[in-house]
Nanobody, 124 residues
């Protein structure tokens, strides 16, 4: 089992930045690929960004490329999502997830463990 706890969400204005953190406990953190997903009201949960176990491979959804950066610190069992130039369409609950396989980083079905989510709200 892997337990995931997100933090860092909040209410900010368009153009501002936030950094989300996801602390993991349980199994060896570096064995897991980590992903960030988001779900806006009335919409399906969507892929945002992911990173392989040692941080070599990173993937992003096109809408956040150049604005968001995913990183991890395996010594701290933590993955981060730095979000810059936030826009109202980024408003959603953001979820951290862990996957035992790094083959399909953007595929939601690849992820075995999920956090409870953190709300990110961007005002225009």
């Amino acid at each position: 089992q892997v337990q995931l706890v997100e933090s860092g969400g909040g209410l900010v204005q368009a153009g501002d930045s936030l950094r989300l953190s996801c602390a993991a406990s349980g199994r060896t953190f570096s064995n897991y690929a980590m992903g960030w997903f988001r779900q806006a009201p009335g919409k399906e949960r969507e892929f945002v960004a992911a990173i392989s176990g040692r941080g070599i491979v990173k993937e992003y959804v096109d809408s956040v490329k150049g604005r968001f950066t995913i990183s991890r610190d395996n010594a701290k069992n933590t993955v981060y999502l730095q979000m810059n130039n936030l826009q109202p369409q980024d408003t959603a609950v953001y979820y951290c997830a862990a996957a035992q396989s790094a083959y399909r980083l953007s595929d939601i079905s690849n992820y075995n463990y999920w956090g409870q989510g953190t709300q990110v709200t961007i005002s225009s």
